[in-house]
């Protein structure tokens, strides 16, 4: 990825940058910033400056230096991003968060965490579910993934069915602002009317609004028990009538997910189950909360199963058995990657009742651009993964396959990013969801946050 608008950095900018963060915590060895030249994306960009980031106070130095000398900083922290949300098109300073990575409390009385931006989001978890707390979001790559990444997507995963993305967990936060200024948005309530949301325009601003220096998140009490079953379909319209089934007949699974026959393919060898042929669909469910409450719903949900044509069906019997349904699923998208020369992961959203309708327009899509998708995901909410394979980084029919699949899911009511983002991967596409009125809005709420426009630049639009 090249860009032509690099910032022509200087020995006395840099000078100064080490004046502002503290000369340990700048980065210029190029064999060093060589490393950080990516997310999870296809997309590469080399940083010309790293800075490690350690306060809100130490960033509030550099944002106001940025300022005044008009250099790009761009927040990263794990990079697994899969939009380019974190990498330096233009060049700049990469800001690393991943230093700040401090639980800095649990609070069980009130059932919060207060956290820095650089926690990995499976350690926050862990943390919790020590004190018999739960928090909910688990992206994937949860155990690579940081809590301020999550934020700046409002990341989701199969849990978000039953309890929503991240966005439903951020009371308040602390965050500077691209001048420099540190400010406090939101609280430590469940309520808060008092002005405009900023929490909440922050979450999912991709990082172009400001930097989250600490969060302030929601916990909910532990479920006390959970149970996974997994069933194969002949066809994926079978499965989805399933999916919706069960909802419709009062049953609240913690989490409904998906793979069509080429992800089960793949994952064969680690899934507990008879997978053969080259059509149908798989879908893993989990239900959670009080045993008796999970022992009811299961002996309920296992004959609609049936009834909705399922061919075979595993209940999960321990907690190994468990975990290797969990294990096959988290494991796609890594075997995609293994299984392919170049491969795009795309993110769409569509209503429920759409997932089918949205597979049967794939075969088309593959032959005409000459291209071979997979499609998994969240069943439950309509959120779809779909990865699109070529035998070849510059294949001529990649970008008229990713418009054609935005196009079928917005046709569809849907849209072309459920967790993942725009970023840079995906901003040539925005219009194609937004209106010219809407985009022109958000580019002035950037410009009032951001009148320099020194924060992540290239990013969204």
Known sequence: ????????????????????????????????????????????????????????EQISRLLNLANRRKFPVVPRAGGTGLAGGCLPISGGVVLNLSSMNQILSIDTQN????VQPGVITLNLRDAAREKGLFYPPDPAGMDKSTIGGNAATSA?????????????????????????????TGGCTRKGVVGYDLTHIMVGSEGTLGIITRLFLKLIPHPPAAQTVAAIFHTLQDAMKAVTEIQIRGHSPAALEFM??????????????????????????ELDGAVEQIDASMSAIIPILREMGASEILKALNEHHRESIWTGRRQISNR?????????????????????????????????????LYAFGHAGDGNIHINITASQKDHPGIDDAIRAVFKT???MGGTISGEHGIGYAKKSFINLELS???????????????????LNPGKIF
Not at 8 to 30: M, R
Not at 164 to 174: A, C, Q, R, S
Not at 351 to 370: H, S, T
Request: one cysteine or more; glycine letters at 6%.
């Open 409 to 411: 899911a917005l046709a």
């Open 156 to 184: 989701g995963g199969p849990s978000c069915l039953k309890y929503g993305t991240t966005k439903d967990y951020v009371l308040g936060l602390e965050v500077v602002l691209p001048q420099g200024n540190i400010i406090m």
């Open 260 to 285: 069509d026959a080429r992800c089960m393919a793949l994952i064969k060898d680690l899934i507990p189950l008879s997978i053969s042929g080259n059509k149908g669909a798989f879908v893993i469910m």
């Open 436 to 454: 010219p009125v809407s985009i022109a809005l958000q580019k002035d709420i950037k410009k009032l946050f951001d009148p320099n426009m020194i």
């Open 111 to 114: 059932l919060i965490a207060d």
């Open 336 to 372: 995609i990657r293994e299984n392919s020369v170049f491969n795009v992961a795309e993110d769409i959203a569509v209503p429920v009742g759409r997932i089918a309708d949205l597979a049967d327009n794939m075969p088309e899509i593959e032959k005409r651009c000459g291209v071979k």
């Open 1 to 56: 990825m090249k860009n032509s608008q690099i910032f022509p950095f200087n020995k006395n900018i840099i000078d100064e940058i080490k004046d502002a963060a503290g000369a340990d915590y700048v980065v210029t060895d190029p064999d060093i910033l060589k490393q950080y030249d990516r997310d999870a994306s296809f997309l590469r960009a080399i940083p010309q400056v790293m800075v490690m980031a350690q306060s809100a």
